[in-house]
């Protein structure tokens, strides 16, 4: 039976857990030491550790302390590894616990994070998806049922003191050119928050004035939040200490490409099943930089799409230079005011991009001035049929049941 | 036998052809007029006009007159058509000339117009490829064969002329930010190249003085360069003035998502099979502003992908708040570095990613700073194995042969 | 959270336990009562019911008790369910036991049942495979690991007695046409072994006489052994008693088209989580005698296949008309054939064809005299390449280890 | 520009054309020799030589000589190959004529050849099919439009003599254990209506005499109707004689899996491009006793079916004993029965399932005395919605046109 090496306990403070840690730093201790070739199993907090919960009140969400996140379960050594390796993890299998059969979605508070589309919904709001089996569906938008491409959010090896403080220059120079901004340019070490792991207490107090945050993918991949990063892929990361020191969390059950609305997926809690194995040298002899990985054979295929197209021209009419940002944000948008016309909310088509399996294309990115991205909205995961027809949409859902929403505090 | 309504001479100039034009315009004359529910054929030229020819000399590339793109061929009109309406095109089929099976990718001079990795490759090249059936494959990239994923790199329907001057204005004042960068931010109207198609003379220069150029992708689709609009795809469009006034062209026999070698795809000559249908009033009742489609159910399938990350912080180390532009550029330079490990040049690297049917993804664009993308890459249109082993890569290409280069004239 | 209604005790016999039975039969009480729309868990033996153990040892394949399979879950009733609906199952999920991760494959002795190659295989024969999450190898066959594609191996409702009687009175008349035949033409019932569930003793006794034993498919679906009833299909089964009676077991990990190997696929112990809902008066208004179903959306998609065909002459040059199996044989027989020049014995070769995801295709019924089938192996499931070369197969697997093999006893 | 070696004249007989032969003979002279990794073009009447008409009368149909068929094209030459290769065939597209864009299925006469419904549909009958680019619809059978799976029915080398003489003993030795039934068990040589290619007059006379008809599937391939073989799959043919002898025609625009109607498919003249290869002494080194082949990556993606069991009771109620063809039947007489609910005579139906791209799987054969077989309906070629509903199935077909019907002649 393979073993569990990282166990947690969801009624507990993951800060409790000495297998848990909250921020990159390369002395944080290996909580396990594997071989090339051996399978394990690492139970995983949901990315905010628990501050979300399942009920029809978004003030958690608004509330949410952001500089806690994200718990990590690791790092997990790997005999070996050494820097200039890559280390292949084959993601063998996820899921939720049996007790906790939900996962939530939502949109932080402008004034807490924001998303993608921050601008056209600043307020807080979440919706609860219940699993059933491989399948989710949400209590707050009816009508769709999907199946899960489960994923971990967050992977990744420890970084070497260099890249570290490579990251924290590079960031703290693009915060500084306008550090008022809100939401903010990017999130700086910030100790109080901290969770060093099984860092003995002194050298913790010192790392974490300096942890890297977990927000931002890196060199190393980290938060990627690649949805294709599936049960059955395997990936290939890039090894900067001796040990590898292999992390993860931030379980997803179904996310939409660009995980636009930033909190996030639909975020859970659960266990991953992984296999790990070495290829030595191979970031030289690959020439890789950030991690490379190969797709599923197991992944749910919705074929069937109705697919929108943005270009870099925004919402008021302003023309951005080759900007696949500001086009992926029309095609969401028009992808919004498609789903209204089936009687849908807005944010209820926010959530469902979110959610759902939906494919973000960078589809041209030369035609100056503007860009062209595609957002690929699968048909099959409606109980009605969205497709464009002659007679025109029909409203299928009656508008009765909204996703919770709580405005700022003043 | 399905009619073909526009026909080319590929011997004769395409200025000599009045059923074709290289500028947006409402006033530009309808070539034919068909019904709804009727299929029809038209030729295209490639989109340089037969600027490029099938040689091993890149000199064409280089001196590309780029004022005189795209040709397109139509406009078609649609019986019934009325601003407000959707156009539904069915894609039923697309092919080169028999007598012309062949097409070319280039990547143009940075002076000439560059493209997404100019920085890295600033002088002009070109690749040759080989149509056989179904499939293509290029003399000067050895070792790969692929099924083509045939689409019209530009269609879309005549803005009216509100359309029009709100194209023009929004592109102007992108321009003035900066009149003498190179390449330049956007490409404003141009009298001296212009084909008007069947517009009288007079009414042709006063047209031409205004015409939106072919390049960038609009709300109308245009050269939205979306490699899935393939045949076998079905496209709603906008329609903006009575009739639709449906114009094609810029065909391409295969292209990887971001056409990130600007010249572009494979570039063709050749046919394209069409059926049109109406969605009267449809850009209100499902809210439409740029087109949508459908994907094809006849598309070649690569399944087996080597994936590269990519994210926003450029070659130089530079932070950029969620760009997803560097982030895709840095996953191209990651798939190009990888297959120089094989033995390809970069410059086949980069032309193979601007000519294969790669997907762009974009995968995570809320966690600030890093925006991720992904660049996949299909590893079974590679006649050695790509993907990586304990082992190491293997030099399975000799370096005899690269893409013809032309430098620019001093 | 989803409730489990019927529970199963591995370590205890299935006898035992009431919520079982091994014969079909319409008195059968049910075990529990659902709700249309409700989903709920039913745990499973394997289909001998512990008959067969995880070891390198056949003996337990040659010396199974076929008379006590297979042992089934439920019947569970549905409330609303008449004669003539069909009872839609959505299949959520389906999984091995924790404490439970493995399963096995056997081919049985001639004498006591065969398989579908028996005349080249006519010794019992196992090889165990070992779950590793979504995937699964087996120490017996060097050199493939794949996911699986995990289904019920038998499911359906309880037949009305007038179904019943028909089911045994033809297959009474096949048998009495050979009744000395081995293996057998039918297995006729036969009480000594029966298990009917909660039925009271003597009421028991009495129906075991004539309860239909469980072995082949009939009307009401019973042991179809379709691969493609997954995990995320949707089954539409015929209701021919008051409540339906859904009964469910004889789980696979993974299978073949065909099942050729008979012990059979990979058979495992676990669980399955379903979901039921009604469509009234279903099996008239949609014209239903056997069930019909739709694929899940998230079965493994192994999509590169080297396919052997076969046709209607025997191995030994004999002209059969228009007979699929003996094609299908052939088209077997010849990809057996084809695995030994990679280094594998005839006996792995068949055991492969019995659990990997294999498909078997119908290919042509008409061209008289000779049936074509076509048996599509996937290449992927595969450590090396299979596909032909110039160069020739590389012997890939030693020989050193071959499946266990024991004689019948004298 | 590929060159086309073998040309037809469709106005013409194919009697005419000494590139064309409908009979196998080892000494059918070459039409051409071409090398290994040379790609070339052919030609190919449809399968009756022009005998069927696009019009609404199935006369022609009843009135099919099939003593004549099928028209072959070649054989062609491939230099170096010897007996015990295989010839590699990349099949790289095959189209109809841009003239002849149609194409016929039907059901011969139960005097004439009959099918694998006869019983059930004894008269002839015809539809016709239009091609639209890569799409087909028939006038005959109203709301369904599909992609074609293109296709050679039939391809295969030439025999060597002793693999004649295997054929027509063994076929002989069949046909005379029932030498009256209608239809026939074997069509055995049949001199008079033979067409023996490029051999001399006299030589043609003896060997007509023997040559063996191409009716069905043998060895070498030969008329297999196995749909899959479409364009973009590569095909290892076992080799013969001296030079290979590749023959081709027979070409499908689409076929069902069985091709159940066995006139046949959606039969087409047309042409083929192929590029040829070899693997010597193939036959040895791979096992190879009939072809084998690998499928194409870009064959039309129908992901979304309606599944139909069917198990070997046949409608009489009798009981086989693990009959494919009866369980076949069965799934195949179950779907067109639910196709007449919404609105199709079972004549529509049953041309659709020899016409449309449906599956057909072989899904058990080893649980006595049933055999189980699937059929496939794929749901995404029909204009409504065919998915079981608790509404139950709307008539969608109006019932006032039906396919063309010929009775026999008294």
Redesign the interface.
């Known amino acids: ?2 073993e569990t090496i990282v166990k947690i306990d969801l009624s507990k403070s993951a800060y409790e857990n000495d297998m848990i840690h909250n921020r990159w730093h390369p002395d944080i201790p290996m909580v396990a030491t594997v071989k090339p070739g051996d ?1 394990f199993i690492m139970e995983c907090y949901d990315w905010t550790g628990g501050q979300i919960e399942n009920n029809d009140n978004a003030d958690d969400v608004r509330d949410v302390d952001l500089t806690q996140v994200h718990f990590l379960s690791g790092p997990v050594g790997v005999e070996g590894a050494e820097p200039g390796d ?1 280390l ?1 993890v ?4 996820i899921g939720a616990f ?2 906790s ?1 939900w996962g939530f979605n939502g949109f932080f508070s402008k004034q807490n994070g924001g ?2 589309l921050t601008e056209h919904f600043p307020d807080a709001q979440k919706s609860i998806w219940d699993f ?4 989710t569906k949400s209590r707050h938008i009816p009508g769709v049922e999907f ?1 899960g491409l489960i994923h971990p959010g967050l992977i990744g090896c420890l970084p070497s003191k260099d890249l570290l403080d ?1 990251w924290n220059e ?2 703290k ?2 915060y500084d050119t306008n550090p008022d901004r809100v ?5 700086l070490p910030y100790a109080d928050t901290a969770h060093m792991g099984r860092m003995k207490p002194d050298e913790a107090k010192v790392a974490a004035a300096e942890g890297a945050r977990t ?5 190393h ?1 980290g ?6 990063l599936s ?2 892929s395997k990936v ?1 990361f890039p090894v900067y200490v001796k040990g590898g020191g292999l992390s993860v969390g931030d379980l997803h059950f179904s996310q939409g ?6 909190c ?1 997926a639909i975020e859970m809690a659960g266990w991953i ?1 992984m ?1 790990v ?6 970031m030289e ?11 599923s ?15 870099s ?1 925004d919402e008021d ?9 500001v086009a ?1 944000r ?2 969401c948008l ?1 992808a919004i ?2 789903l ?2 089936f009687g849908y909310s807005k944010a209820q088509g926010y959530a469902l991009l979110g959610c759902a399996p939906v ?16 957002l ?1 909205l699968p048909t ?1 995961i409606f109980d009605f ?1 969205i ?4 007679e ?2 029909k409203k299928m859902v009656d508008g009765t049941i909204d996703i919770p929403l709580s405005k700022d505090k003043e």
Request: some cysteine.
């Open positions: 039976m393979t399978d890559l292949v084959d993601i063998l299998d049996q007790e059969q998303g993608f059933n089996g491989m399948f199946a490579t590079r960031e120079e693009l939401p903010t340019l990017a999130n927000v931002p993918p890196r060199e991949g938060n990627c939040d690649i949805k294709d049960r059955g290939y490409d660009g995980e636009i609305t930033f996030g099943h296999r194995n070495l290829v030595k040298n191979g002899m690959y020439g890789v930089k950030n991690p490379i990985f190969k797709p054979p197991i992944k749910p295929v919705y074929d069937d799409y109705v697919i929108f197209e943005g270009i021209v009419g302003g023309q951005h230079f080759l900007d696949v940002n992926y029309q095609a028009n005011e498609f209204t016309k494919q973000g294309h960078i589809s041209g990115v030369v035609d100056v001035p503007n860009a062209c991205a595609t690929w099959e049929d497709n464009p027809t002659a025109g949409p």
